[in-house]
């Protein structure tokens, strides 16, 4: 099943037939196959790319919160609801993140523009 990890185009490409089958096998077990681990896993890396980090730490901790919630959550998955696993799994990957991000910058605030009257010569 390694090569369901696909390595020529993008490391963090799982294939959905393959983590779904995983999954299933996951819940027939009781716990997360090591497979299973290593696609959404590899799913989160992927992800944590497309956001911006100052230091490469805080990459590996949203990627850690990631991770704790796919341990603590991953059950939830129903394939009777919902065929698509990456939807899941990926929001769940998000969800991780901006924990993980609210716990390293606990008084950080998003900033925002406003085209207001007073703020349009701060352009």
Known sequence: MV???????????????DLRREISLSKEKGELTTEA??????????????????YEEDRED???FAMMDIIKYWRGYDPE?????FAYYTQMIKNGFGKGWKKLYPNATTS???????????L
């Open 37 to 54: 681990v290593k696609m959404l896993r590899a799913m989160a890396d992927g992800a944590s790319k497309k956001l911006k980090y100052k």
């Open 112 to 122: 925002k523009v406003s085209l207001d009257h007073e703020n349009l010569h701060n």
């Open 3 to 17: 090569d369901s990890i696909n390595n020529k185009k993008m490391t963090h490409y799982v294939n959905a037939d």
């Open 62 to 64: 949203c990627i850690a």
């Open 81 to 85: 609801k919902s065929k698509n696993v």
